[in-house]
């Protein structure tokens, strides 16, 4: 599979191919919604947690007698049916969110989503990213380029979750110039994974060739 090649100018630096295997997969929601929904899961701190009847402070006399007053029949006043009681099916800390995603899904989730986006026009390949200095002036003129660039027009205007930028390696300068940009994130081509592909419309890649050394083409 054969893409057009760009630099950082926006400017054709030739052509390059894409294995099969990672941008040639068929689309597989179901696949794609299970292993995203149980990354989201196991992400959840658990924390929220309520006072059920038994933890509530308070309500161990009986607020009446059971008969003969006319009322209804009560034994707490910490029941769930009265005001500062305790709270019936409500978030409780003790409850595991953690959801087990083979890896093998998420290798397959990952080739799903990168063959949509490839389809799609949502994939941008670049020959390299390299900045002079770690200013977000820099980076906004490289990314006002990238996104002058036929086809990816409104990559450039999006202000929420325009780009992902897959970088080959760590690279702090580039970090540091495109982190004031709120819609753009910087990671590295090893960390990729299913939620982020799918948070961020736009996937650029810089140096197509480094994701052959992640467990994605293997």
């Known amino acids: 599979m054969e893409t057009t090649l760009y630099t950082q100018k926006g400017t054709k630096a030739g052509s390059v191919n894409l294995s099969e295997k990672v ?24 924390t929220a947690h309520t006072k059920n009847r038994g933890e509530v402070r308070g309500g161990g006399k009986k607020p009446w007698q059971q008969k003969g007053t006319g009322r209804a029949r009560h ?7 009265w005001k500062g009681g305790g709270v019936t099916h409500g978030p409780r800390n003790d409850k595991n969110y953690y959801r087990a995603v083979p890896s093998s899904m998420k290798i397959a989730a990952v080739r799903s989503i990168l063959s949509r986006k490839f389809k799609d026009g949502e994939l941008l390949c670049l020959d390299a990213l390299k900045l002079s200095e770690a200013k977000t002036k820099n980076a906004q003129g490289v990314f ?22 897959l970088m080959p390696g760590k690279d702090q300068s580039i970090t540091r110039s495109f982190r004031n940009l709120g819609n753009v994130r910087v990671m590295e081509v090893r960390n990729i994974n299913p939620v982020d592909l799918l948070t961020y419309k736009f996937l650029v890649l810089v140096e197509p060739e480094s994701l052959k050394t992640t467990s994605i083409s293997k």
């Open 75 to 81: 034994g707490s006043i910490r029941s769930p049916l």
């Open 23 to 46: 941008f040639g997969v068929k689309w597989n929601s179901d696949l794609v919604h299970q292993v995203v929904t149980s990354m989201m899961s196991s992400r959840r701190a658990g």
């Open 144 to 165: 006002s380029a990238i996104g002058s660039i036929k086809g990816y027009e409104s990559m450039a205007d999006k202000k929420n979750n325009a780009a992902l930028i």
